[in-house]
């Protein structure tokens, strides 16, 4: 299975330069994607379209934060969602896994940790 070319991945971001960082990126490794700039048009778009493989989620986001899109996400399907967030220490990683993330990644984003942390999840 070319998980490249048959899965999404959801970029969820409230501020446009990250989304299309991450698009940009995701475009380089030849990802397909779609967009969100909130927790809950992440919910909406998980609602309407089975074929999301992954989930690049902004922990900080208003309304709906990314934890909570997170939880309510995965209530509804299985999916690995990496937290993408500004906080950088060991100990915020760990906090991130244990309320449910499948990975982290913090900005600023290292482009072949990114690359190697989906390619793994989408195995």
Known sequence: MNSK???YILVVDDKKENIDLLCAILKKYGYNYLTAFSG???IDIID???NIGLI???VKM???DGTEAMHRIKEK???PVIAVTGFALESDKKEFMSQ???DY???PIDIQSLNSKISDLLQ
């Open 5 to 7: 070319a048959e899965k």
């Open 40 to 42: 809950e048009e992440s």
């Open 48 to 50: 309407s379209n089975k």
């Open 56 to 58: 690049l989620m902004d």
């Open 62 to 64: 208003k309304g709906i």
């Open 77 to 79: 399907i299985d999916v």
């Open 100 to 102: 449910g993330f499948d």
């Open 105 to 107: 990644i913090s900005k």
